[in-house]
């Protein structure tokens, strides 16, 4: 059963601040009537011709850079704006996580906004009482809740927002990137409520930049480019299609060549001289030489780079690079140090690397392989491969990109 669905959805943004006055609407009017394109420059498309639909149960993940329409999804399907053409449709109860505040009134309370929001999402105040107390316990605001919600933190805005969407009985959850504020020990919270509900039949849209979520909760992915569907499918496969669109992008920076070879890097446009030359396929092992795609943080990597050439190359060099899933570099390495003899391209062959212990707070991870000339800037072939890393080794909050090894000594002082 279809519970939500775009059908050719197109829905048009427009440029410019804030109009004030009448003399300035009127002149911009004037100044379109006067155009020959009728789609005017001050437009664009969020999205164009979009169609999904989602059925009961599932559990999608959308992804995409920043302005593909992500979002616009979420609040065309909340009813937070409407398109310019095509149909939306949902079943049942929609509750919504997309906004910072959205549903709430600053000078009301906590308490107060819990009945609002509620009321906003079809609940009576009879319905809201019974679940009232869950809903703070939740939140773990209850110091707070008789505090009008204008002196809240953005964290402290997620945590009542996210409980009131989770224990409202929503036949349809739409949760944007905002879950992202919080806390790391509320986002597994909320993870721990989003697998109940999941499992208990609530339908979950998520859009989120972080792959691990998607690859490990969502049953299905979309990838959005430009306001269309890219791609639609297993979340391994569209995070696998997501990278590799990613992967120009990512060659832009000259970051990922080593400073013994600089020149590689001084005059790197992005645009690889012969990107085919040679063929890369990427897989991560562990010790025992199986394939996976989640590791612990103090475990040791296998990185195969299997590969195929349409000639030899004896001035190559393999660069290894590892991204956070906000795209930050986490760190580097090459084999420029070894003789030439060694890192020769053949006609076939296979490249292995062994990284670790990695260290790696919980996340996704890129591990990006890019064969490149010593000498000159040519990038011969390039692939990645998706990881996760999950699980801890001690209790401290997981902030940051590494863990740190530590060692403690206490002294007892005096008699």
Same mark, same amino acid.
């Given at each position: 059963m #279809?519970?939500?669905?775009?059908?050719?959805?197109?829905?048009?943004?427009?440029?410019?601040?804030?109009r004030t006055?009448?003399?300035?609407?009127?002149g911009?009017?004037?100044?379109?009537?006067?155009?020959?394109?009728?789609?005017?420059?001050?437009?664009f498309?969020? !999205?164009? &011709?979009?169609? %999904?639909?989602v059925?009961?149960?599932?559990?999608?993940?959308?992804?995409?850079?920043?302005?593909?329409?992500?979002?616009?999804?979420?609040?065309?399907l909340?009813?937070?704006?409407?398109? *310019?053409?095509?149909?939306?449709t949902?079943?049942?109860?929609?509750?919504?996580?997309?906004?910072?505040?959205? $549903?709430?009134?600053?000078?009301?309370?906590?308490?107060?906004?819990?009945?609002?929001?509620?009321?906003?999402?079809?609940?009576?105040?009879?319905?809201?009482?019974?679940?009232?107390g869950?809903?703070?316990?939740?939140?773990?605001? *209850?110091?707070?809740?008789?505090?009008?919600?204008?002196?809240?933190?953005?964290?402290?805005?997620?945590?009542?927002a996210?409980?009131?969407?989770?224990?409202?009985?929503?036949?349809?959850?739409?949760?944007?990137?905002?879950?992202?504020?919080?806390?790391?020990?509320?986002?597994?919270?909320?993870?721990?409520?989003?697998?109940?509900?999941?499992?208990?039949?609530?339908?979950?849209?998520?859009?989120?930049?972080?792959?691990?979520?998607?690859?490990?909760?969502?049953?299905?992915?979309?990838?959005?480019?430009s306001?269309?569907?890219?791609?639609?499918?297993?979340?391994?496969?569209?995070?696998?299609?997501?990278?590799?669109?990613?992967?120009?992008?990512?060659?832009?920076?000259?970051?990922?060549?080593?400073?013994?070879?600089?020149?590689?890097?001084?005059?790197?446009?992005?645009?690889?001289? &012969?990107?085919?030359?040679?063929?890369?396929?990427?897989?991560?092992r562990?010790?025992?030489?199986?394939v996976?795609?989640?590791f &612990?943080?103090?475990?040791?990597?296998?990185? %195969?780079?299997?590969?195929?050439?349409?000639? *030899?190359?004896?001035?190559?060099?393999?660069v !290894?690079?590892?991204?956070?899933?906000?795209?930050? /570099?986490v760190?580097? #390495?090459n084999n420029?140090?070894?003789?030439?003899?060694?890192?020769?391209?053949?006609?076939? $062959?296979?490249?292995?690397?062994?990284?670790?212990?990695?260290?790696l707070?919980?996340?996704?991870?890129?591990?990006?392989?890019?064969?490149?000339?010593?000498?000159?800037?040519?990038?011969?072939?390039?692939?990645s491969?998706?990881?996760?890393?999950? $699980?801890?080794?001690?209790?401290?909050? *997981?902030?940051?990109?590494?863990? /740190?090894?530590c060692?403690?000594?206490?002294?007892?002082? $005096?008699?």
């Amino acid at each position: 059963m #279809v519970i939500a669905s775009l059908d050719h959805v197109s829905k048009i943004y427009r440029f410019g601040g804030r109009r004030t006055s009448l003399r300035e609407d009127i002149g911009i009017g004037a100044s379109r009537l006067f155009r020959r394109n009728s789609h005017a420059p001050d437009t664009f498309y969020a !999205l164009n &011709d979009f169609s %999904l639909a989602v059925s009961q149960g599932d559990a999608v993940g959308i992804i995409g850079h920043n302005g593909a329409g992500k979002s616009t999804v979420l609040k065309l399907l909340a009813g937070i704006t409407t398109p *310019e053409r095509g149909r939306v449709t949902t079943e049942g109860r929609v509750a919504a996580m997309i906004e910072l505040g959205a $549903g709430f009134h600053p000078e009301l309370s906590g308490r107060q906004n819990i009945y609002l929001n509620s009321a906003l999402m079809g609940l009576s105040n009879e319905e809201t009482g019974a679940v009232l107390g869950d809903i703070i316990t939740f939140s773990g605001l *209850e110091r707070f809740m008789d505090m009008p919600v204008k002196r809240y933190s953005s964290g402290m805005y997620v945590r009542l927002a996210f409980a009131v969407a989770a224990h409202v009985r929503a036949d349809l959850l739409l949760i944007d990137e905002v879950l992202a504020v919080g806390d790391a020990s509320f986002q597994s919270k909320c993870l721990d409520k989003m697998n109940q509900l999941r499992d208990a039949g609530t339908t979950i849209v998520l859009v989120t930049h972080g792959m691990w979520t998607v690859q490990s909760f969502c049953n299905r992915a979309v990838l959005i480019r430009s306001g269309q569907v890219e791609a639609d499918g297993s979340p391994r496969d569209v995070i696998d299609t997501y990278h590799r669109y990613d992967r120009i992008d990512l060659l832009n920076d000259v970051d990922f060549v080593p400073q013994a070879a600089a020149v590689v890097s001084s005059n790197l446009n992005g645009k690889p001289a &012969d990107s085919d030359v040679v063929r890369m396929q990427v897989q991560v092992r562990d010790e025992a030489g199986g394939v996976r795609d989640a590791f &612990d943080t103090h475990e040791i990597m296998h990185m %195969l780079v299997a590969y195929t050439s349409r000639q *030899e190359i004896a001035d190559a060099m393999l660069v !290894l690079r590892v991204r956070r899933s906000d795209g930050v /570099a986490v760190f580097a #390495v090459n084999n420029f140090g070894l003789a030439a003899e060694q890192t020769r391209i053949h006609r076939e $062959g296979d490249i292995t690397a062994r990284l670790g212990p990695l260290m790696l707070v919980p996340d996704t991870y890129t591990l990006e392989a890019h064969v490149v000339d010593r000498n000159k800037p040519i990038i011969y072939g390039s692939a990645s491969a998706t990881f996760g890393i999950n $699980g801890s080794i001690g209790k401290a909050d *997981e902030v940051g990109v590494f863990y /740190a090894n530590c060692e403690w000594a206490t002294a007892k002082v $005096g008699v």
